[in-house]
């Protein structure tokens, strides 16, 4: 796979699709790699050119020392785009990756058609809890997050139903950069994006997982509320709706990512 070192970050991307087709970026949630994309690659790369990459900290990506913030999240996406040529793009960004996205069109509205930020919010839980699990990720590593982070993920049902795809995930995590996930906790723990939202001048869809325990429908309503030219949708989902509800959320991209 291709890599793009760029200000003292090793960024971790593949292409899918024709690269004459509409660009559309997709960017993970915390813990995860560019892979738990897959059921929308598989669907989408006849439609869209397709960039995925592993935020700085996660998949092969790497992992330099933090604490990172809000900002280098989002530029590291303006700075795939340059490297690829890519003047303009659609997004889609789940948890950490929407909250990247609220960044990017805050702050580079001329670079994107149309975001889509799913199982987001405007701020994410709290300063000390997040501070808290960088610290015990750096003391004890990842296994202790990975194995209570099922049902934070999924509904009951899918973790009964799809043993094999949530031990998958959990494994994936359990692997993960330490200080990579933890960096990333301290980004989170300062991001907060309330008092911008009413200045982001490009249209957002917020798709909001109705069984989600992290990000509420609440939290999604609360964005669209603040925010010019905003939609809300809803899915019958947890926290990570695009692989518990894959072609419903693959249908919203078509829906809305046009």
């Known amino acids: 796979m291709p890599v793009f070192e760029n200000k003292g970050v090793t960024l971790n991307y593949a292409t899918f699709g024709d690269s004459s087709n509409p660009a559309l970026i997709f960017s993970n949630s915390l813990g995860t790699s560019y892979h738990m994309w897959q059921p929308q690659i598989d669907t989408l790369q006849a439609d869209y050119f397709i960039i995925c990459y592993d935020t700085r900290g996660h998949g092969k990506s790497s992992a330099p020392r933090g604490p990172y913030n809000l900002n280098q999240l989002g530029q590291d996406v303006i700075d795939l785009l340059d490297h690829l040529h890519l003047d ?32 987001t919010a405007a701020k994410i839980g709290n300063e000390t809890a997040w501070t808290e699990r960088a610290r015990l990720v750096r003391e004890k590593g990842l296994a202790p997050i990975a194995a209570t982070a099922a049902p934070r993920w999924f509904t009951a049902d899918f973790i009964d139903y799809y043993p094999d795809v949530v031990a998958a995930l959990s494994s994936a995590l359990t692997a993960g950069s330490a200080e990579g996930y933890a960096s ?17 001048r490009v249209p957002i869809t917020v798709l909001a997982g109705v069984e989600d325990p992290v990000t509420t429908v609440a939290d999604g309503q609360y964005m669209v509320d603040h925010t010019p030219n905003a ?11 695009n692989i518990e509800q894959p072609e419903k959320f693959t249908k919203y991209i078509s829906q809305y990512l046009k």
């Open 88 to 119: 303009k793009a659609f997004f889609c960004g789940i948890s950490m990756g929407g909250m990247t996205g609220q960044w990017l069109a805050i702050n580079h509205p001329d670079r994107f058609h149309h975001l889509m930020l799913c199982n």
């Open 231 to 241: 939609t809300l949708a809803t899915i019958d989902a947890s926290h990570i709706s």
């Open 184 to 200: 990333c906790c301290e980004a989170l723990s300062i991001a907060d994006t309330r008092k911008q939202l009413k200045d982001i």
